[in-house]
């Protein structure tokens, strides 16, 4: 079957490094997105992973392994604005199958 | 690019009635993809289309929904009869796996259904 599994919660401090965890059980699997969600507001994409490695966009990074069926959204130098909830998603033929969101709270 | 429009963006209704929801994807965009949106079940995709077809509406609830796309720049969501239990955010999105940014999906700003 298909499975996603990510935490429901997390809390951090501004200026820290925050690991959010997500694991996936699917066949047919095409890659790894994730997507930033503000309270209210529509998901927006932050990356994609197709292969296995770590992939580094400014304060944010994301590294899959596919043996593993692991995933983590790597955020430094957190700021307030990144309080949101994070999705991961697994891409399987055409569409994407979305984890139920990491809430994240960055506190001053 | 004006991105995916979607109307209304609150529908408030009361038990019964239908509900239409619409959606404009972005320009060139061959899939578009409904999503429901619950604090319980978070994001599911409802249904999605490529190139004006369904292709996958495994996850449309029951017969109350219906989905349809007339054309490339234009989709609904028909919910009849509508029931409480179907209150949640309802979101359209769109892509184009033949652009450099792959398979990303791009989405709406949402429709909030409430359902008295």
């Known amino acids: 079957g298909q499975n996603i599994d990510q935490p429901t919660e997390m809390t951090a401090t501004e200026g820290a490094i925050v690991q959010i965890n997500c694991t996936y059980q699917?066949?047919?699997?095409?890659?790894l997105f994730w997507y930033q969600q503000h309270a209210g507001e529509a998901p927006t994409f932050l990356s994609y992973?197709?292969?296995?490695g770590l992939e580094e966009k400014g304060r944010f990074s994301s590294f899959l392994s596919r043996s593993k069926g692991y995933s983590y959204l790597l955020l430094k130098e957190l700021q307030m604005k990144d309080s949101a909830s994070y999705l991961c998603a697994m891409y399987n033929t055409d569409k994407l199958i979305f984890g139920t969101g990491t809430r994240l709270q960055v506190f001053p | 690019d004006a991105g995916v429009i979607q109307s209304p963006r609150h529908e408030v209704t009361e038990m019964g009635q239908e509900v239409t929801l619409r959606c404009k994807p972005i320009?060139?965009?061959?899939?578009l993809f409904w999503y429901r949106q619950t604090m319980m079940r978070g994001l599911e995709l409802l249904i999605y289309f490529n190139n004006n077809v369904p292709i996958d509406d495994s996850g449309m609830p029951e017969d109350r929904f219906s989905a349809k796309m007339p054309n490339a720049s234009f989709s609904t969501l028909k919910i009849q009869p509508s029931e409480p239990r179907d209150s949640a955010v309802y979101f359209c999105?769109?892509?184009?796996?033949?652009?450099?940014?792959?398979?990303?999906?791009?989405f709406g700003p949402g429709t909030r259904l409430t359902v008295l």
């Open positions: 699917t066949s047919g699997f095409n890659g």
């Open positions: 320009s060139g965009h061959d899939y």
């Open positions: 999105a769109s892509s184009s796996p033949r652009t450099v940014s792959t398979d990303t999906q791009y």
């Open positions: 992973n197709v292969l296995d």
